[in-house]
């Protein structure tokens, strides 16, 4: 069975600065994230994003928005992305 985890707000330093989302030591246990319900995100999204996915190699990060991509690209991480 899968242990797959939604994301639901938007990826922005703001949200972070709040920890609105979990530490990172949260997903030890998760397979996949699911990105698809995020619309808006920043470098700070993008940065936690790329934490949890050094931390934990095998993890996959899923659905990732044509946005997010597109940052991703720019920051030269959008090989951590499922495609």
Not at 3 to 23: I, R, V
């Amino acid at each position: 069975m899968s242990n797959d985890l939604l994301l639901s707000l938007d990826l922005l330093l703001a949200n972070l600065s709040e920890q609105t989302y979990p530490a990172i030591e949260t997903y030890q246990t998760v397979n996949n994230v699911d990105l698809s319900q995020i619309n808006k995100i920043d470098s700070a999204g993008v940065a936690y994003l790329v934490q949890i996915k050094t931390k934990y190699p095998a993890l996959k990060l899923i659905n990732a928005s044509d946005k997010l991509r597109i940052l991703a690209e720019l920051y030269g991480v959008e090989n951590l992305f499922e495609k």
